[in-house]
């Protein structure tokens, strides 16, 4: 690959290769990519816009976990390991993202080998990312719990 991509954001080698698996789809502000709890059934890519990453943390209440942007690939690691989603995405604005099915996605990766280490890293960075976040939740353990995401945005 010649490019060199950021953590956790998709190389646009990688971007361009997938052009012909990928359907892409206009979400507006607060529509779901996908729900918690649903049988993974591919990976997103934001292309444009923003994706809010939730987290259920109660009856009806949702945790912000992060917000990402363009170059970010949504559902890997369900889609690789054939789980249901663990969280849900939605649109923070209007929101531009192409979705790979799971198996095209997965007969990609058997076709070009050379993309499976993009695929390691970006999961190498997903883990280190969430060891951050706990990390540093035990760093301060008299800390007040998260908000619920409805208390964030009012």
Same mark, same amino acid.
């Given at each position: 690959?010649?490019?060199?991509? =950021? ?64 170059? =970010? ?54 883990? *280190?990312?969430?060891? *951050? ?6 760093? *301060? ?14």
């Amino acid at each position: 690959m010649s490019s060199q991509p =950021t953590p956790g954001k998709l190389s646009p080698d990688l971007l361009q290769a997938l052009h012909g698996i990928k359907s892409v789809r206009l979400f507006p502000k607060g529509g779901k990519l996908f729900q918690q709890g649903v049988v993974a059934t591919g990976v997103y890519l934001v292309e444009s816009g923003e994706v809010r990453v939730l987290l259920p943390a109660g009856q009806s209440q949702k945790q912000l976990l992060e917000v990402v942007g363009p170059g =970010t690939m949504l559902g890997l690691s369900e889609s690789m390991s054939g789980e249901r989603y663990r969280i849900t995405a939605e649109a923070g604005e209007q929101t531009t993202a192409a979705f790979v099915p799971r198996e095209k996605f997965l007969e990609f990766l058997r076709e070009h080998g050379d993309f499976c280490m993009e695929v390691v890293r970006l999961l190498s960075a997903d883990l *280190h990312a969430l060891y *951050h976040k706990f990390r540093s939740i035990s760093a *301060h353990p008299g800390r007040p719990r998260n908000r619920s995401l409805d208390e964030q945005l009012n």
